[in-house]
Every structure is written in structure tokens, then in C-alpha cells.
């Protein structure tokens, strides 16, 4: 399979905890997303790569959120001190030059 | 700001039928894209249609086709000949030129009924 992967595709966490979400865009795609889905929503923007550079956070990041991508690959989201309220998918997507993007499975998150 | 509205929330076709879904969106630009998305329970979103605001004809792709009217901020998408499989959640989506960030409807869930 070439699409996007993430891992884990479901998460299971007590308030207060850490996690640590990973996303493997198509090979070749130089960008790549992350948005969040609450339940009765559409995707929101969270944040965006251009190879390695973070181009953009969205105000929905609040410090406690923080996402990397070393060497242009893989990416990861890390949410600290996780609270009820960041109980959401968590979507990672992908893309080359233009406008099309393509999204992973999503990881769901579950905060008690 | 852009936004875009889905106003049905649920919708049910009986199979083979015609079922449209509606979008509205709004935005001061004249350089944008809009998108269907298809979301089947537990699975990726996957890409059903497109249309750049700058073309007249409405896109196409095979049993799904768009009603663009650029003037009224309309986007709809017409499903012909429903199928089981075509029950998901479709997220509207609106992308300004230039730019990177979708901005999304709140979706419409389609049932299919046998």
C-alpha cells in the first residue's frame, strides 16, 4: 500500500499523559498536514509541512501541541499534559505540487 | 474568512436512485478549488470530485457530477445510480489559490438503502 499510514490508529489515554502520533506520507510528497476531526465536524487545520520546514501552526495548536518532521519524511504529533477537550481524529495528509491531498487513516484519540 | 456550509447533516437514497447533496460556501476571492470528499466509516477520505472555480463546465467523474453556480456560492453533488458502497460521509471542501489549507463543511451522511 502507497498511501498515507499512521500509527497508532486508535489511542487510548488517561488526562494528563502524553502522546505521540506518527503519520508516513506518499513517498515523494514534499508536504504534508495535519488537521483535527471532532465528532460533527469537518477536518480543521492544524499545521503544515513544506519538506522539513513547518510553515504554518493553526491558533487550534496551543503549547501543548507540538509536530516535527525530520528529514522531509515522516511526521509526528505530540500532544502534552493531554486534557478531555483533545479527544478528536487526528488526520494527517499529504501532497506534491498542486491542490489535491491525501489523506490518512486518522488516529483516534480518546482522553478519560 | 472563507467558510463553507453543509445544511443536511443525514441524507438516505434508495439504491440506484439520484440523490444531490448541497453546499454553500462563501468567499470574496475569485481563485479557488472545491472539492468532494468521501469518508466510509472507519477509512481515509478519499477525493470524489474537484472543480477550479475558473472553469464554467462542471466537472464529472463517471456516476458523480457537480452543480457549480459560481454567482449563487453553490456546489452541489449529484450521485447517480446509488450504490451500497457509496454510503459514507462526503465533506464539501473550499481551498483558496495559492494556498494549502482546506476548509471544510460540517459533511452529510449518506445512507443507501436496499
Known amino acids: 500500500d502507497t498511501g498515507v499510514s499512521q500509527d497508532p490508529r486508535h489511542k487510548i489515554t488517561k488526562r494528563g499523559q502524553n502522546v505521540t502520533f506518527r503519520c508516513d506520507p506518499i513517498?515523494?510528497?514534499?508536504?504534508l498536514y495535519w488537521y483535527r476531526q471532532t465528532l460533527g465536524q469537518g477536518p480543521e487545520f492544524l499545521t503544515y509541512?513544506?519538506?522539513?520546514?513547518?510553515?504554518?501552526k493553526s491558533r487550534l495548536l496551543s503549547d501543548r501541541f507540538s509536530a516535527e518532521r525530520p528529514k522531509g519524511s515522516f511526521s509526528t504529533l505530540e500532544i502534552q499534559r493531554t486534557e478531555q477537550g483533545d479527544s478528536a481524529m487526528y488526520l494527517c495528509a499529504s501532497s506534491v505540487q498542486g491542490v489535491e491531498q491525501f489523506f490518512g487513516p486518522g488516529t483516534r484519540l480518546t482522553v478519560l | 474568512a472563507q467558510t463553507v456550509t453543509q445544511s443536511q447533516p443525514e441524507m438516505s437514497v434508495q439504491e440506484a436512485e439520484t440523490v444531490t447533496l448541497s453546499c454553500t460556501y462563501d468567499?470574496?476571492?475569485?481563485?479557488?478549488?472545491l472539492f468532494w470528499y468521501k469518508q466510509p466509516p472507519s477509512r481515509q477520505m478519499i477525493l470524489v470530485i474537484r472543480?477550479?472555480?475558473?472553469?464554467?463546465q462542471n466537472a464529472t467523474e463517471n456516476r458523480f457530477s457537480v452543480n457549480f453556480q459560481k454567482a449563487a456560492k453553490s456546489f452541489s453533488l449529484k450521485i447517480s445510480d446509488s450504490q451500497l458502497g457509496d454510503a459514507a460521509m462526503y465533506f464539501c471542501a473550499f481551498l483558496l489559490g495559492g494556498t494549502y489549507k482546506y476548509i471544510f463543511g460540517t459533511g452529510t451522511r449518506l445512507k443507501v438503502l436496499a
Open positions: 513517498s515523494e510528497h514534499n508536504r
Open positions: 509541512f513544506q519538506n522539513e520546514a513547518q510553515l504554518e
Open positions: 468567499t470574496s476571492e475569485s481563485d479557488y478549488y
Open positions: 472543480q477550479e472555480a475558473y472553469k464554467q
